[in-house]
């Protein structure tokens, strides 16, 4: 099992181009379900999951055929074509590995009148039900059957009906399979509360390229006038704000500067608000965004909300920062029940860091040395390696496969800019 090995105390300054979308390629892939014609996909990241999406989609009948990446372009670019759909069934070893295969749901039912996902079940960071996406598949006429640990869902009529939901806990994956599964339904449907995530903005900006009627792109109140049927696309996935966001906190941690290319301003303003409250300098440019460290780090005190309130998956990552800031500062995950797990390990590398239900307070600046760790999930794995670029001495992050999932290339990046860091084969 690879481990990322970091010598810190390097501080980092160059540029770091910024990699397509995890979360919008994993709810834009779907929608290869919805037409029998051809979709492209370009700025595609290669990443884990993203592979394990397109393996998904293949056992589904879904073929996917990867270009080179042509002179330029940093991401994939992959044409997939579902022309002959063999099995409306996601399987329990696919989605017990990711989760977001649960994306396949809306977009199947839509297309072939039935869907049966395994239930995800819980993961490291919470329980994470899907109870909002049967709601609104329900609120479109679908059946909803529980049984052996799957779910199938039936549009009884062949088609869904369009209809309203209002979602009463914001959820971009119910969002997501909400609105894949709206687009191709008998009449209107109407989203009230819906996920507002610039991944959605996405995901809805593809399904007009492909013929969907919708309106409030961007809003919480979404209306989608379901049509008969949908066209193939060429369409290229966002910039990744999550990635983009974890190395602007690197270059606060290190008292660097670091140049992030390809990032859209309107969709990084939650984090930059932060980031320029701990005390670095955001200069956006023509090709990107400048994130500089000219003074000791600042304390904050942030809450995780929905877009466009400061993203849950960037609170790791901050939290990692904050360790080295100049006193107590506050922050308040509101989104999922566990997502504190990178706290034990950050302890472990000298942080002092105090957890209270879903707050945390951390007491800085504290110096992080180096050590052996571990995280469970993605984005507490990117806090450790954010701590090893500024501790004293080595850090291993263990459990790399975490890493591969969200962060394409991540050593190469991180290199190019002045770590100290290197993939290790366990052997
Ligand atoms: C997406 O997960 C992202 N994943 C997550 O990113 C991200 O943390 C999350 O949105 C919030 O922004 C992808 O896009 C693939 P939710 P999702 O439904 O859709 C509760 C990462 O690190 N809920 O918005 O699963 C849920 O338990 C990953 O890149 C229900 O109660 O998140 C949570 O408390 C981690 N019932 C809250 O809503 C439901 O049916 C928000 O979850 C669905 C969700």
Redesign the pocket.
């Known amino acids: 099992m690879d481990s990322i090995w970091i010598r810190g105390g390097k501080t980092l300054k160059g540029e770091i181009p910024i990699s397509g979308a995890?979360?919008a390629a994993?709810?834009l892939l779907p929608c290869a379900l919805l037409t029998e014609e051809k979709l492209t996909l370009t700025n595609l990241p290669r990443l884990a999951?993203v592979d394990t999406f397109a393996h998904l989609l293949n056992q589904l009948g879904v073929s996917t055929h990867v270009a080179g990446v042509k002179k330029g372009e940093i991401g994939r670019r992959m044409t997939l074509q579902a022309d002959e759909i063999v099995s409306t069934v996601a399987p329990y070893d696919m989605v017990r590995k990711m989760?977001?295969s649960v994306?396949v749901l809306g977009p199947m039912l839509a297309r072939m009148g039935e869907s049966t996902v395994s239930l995800p079940g819980g993961c490291a960071?919470?329980?994470?039900?899907?109870?909002?996406?049967?709601?609104a598949l329900e609120a479109m006429g679908a059946e909803i059957e529980l049984a052996a640990g799957y779910v199938k869902a039936v549009a009884p009529k062949g088609r869904l009906d369009g209809g309203d939901f209002s979602f009463p806990?914001?959820?971009?994956?119910?969002?997501?399979n909400a609105v894949m599964a709206a687009v191709l339904a008998k009449g209107k449907t109407q989203l009230f509360n819906a996920?507002r995530?610039p991944?959605i903005v996405d995901l809805c900006n593809l399904l007009v390229a492909m013929g969907a009627k919708i309106e409030g792109i961007g809003s919480g109140h979404l209306i989608i006038e379901g049509v008969e049927g949908l066209h193939g696309a060429t369409y290229e996935v966002m910039p990744d704000r999550?990635e983009a966001g974890s190395y602007a906190c690197a270059a606060g941690i290190t008292g660097g500067s670091l140049h992030l290319l390809g990032v859209r301003p309107e969709e990084m303003l939650a984090t930059t608000n932060v980031l320029a409250q701990a005390g670095l300098a955001i200069e956006f440019t023509d090709k990107g965004m400048k994130v500089s460290a000219h003074q000791p780090l600042r304390p904050v005190a942030v809450s995780t909300a929905?877009?466009p309130g400061f993203?849950?998956?960037m609170q790791a990552q901050l939290m990692a920062m904050l360790c080295v800031a100049e006193g107590q500062s506050f922050l308040e995950e509101t989104?999922?029940?566990n997502r504190y797990m990178h706290v034990p390990e950050l302890r472990r590398m000298g942080a002092d860091v105090e957890v209270h239900g879903r707050s945390a307070i951390v007491h800085g600046p504290k110096p992080l040395t180096g050590a052996s760790v571990m995280a469970t999930?993605?984005?507490a794995s990117m806090s450790l390696v954010l701590a090893g670029l500024a501790a004293e001495g080595e850090t291993e992050v263990l459990r790399v496969y975490h890493l591969d999932r969200?962060y394409e290339r991540l050593e190469e990046k991180l290199s190019a800019v002045g770590a100290t860091i290197e993939r290790r084969s366990a052997g």
Do not use: M, Q
């Open positions: 995890k979360n994993l709810t999951d989760r977001a994306l960071i919470g329980d994470r039900p899907i109870d909002l996406h049967l709601k806990v914001v959820s971009v994956g119910a969002t997501e996920a995530e991944e999550i929905p877009f993203a849950t998956d989104i999922f029940e999930d993605l984005r969200g």
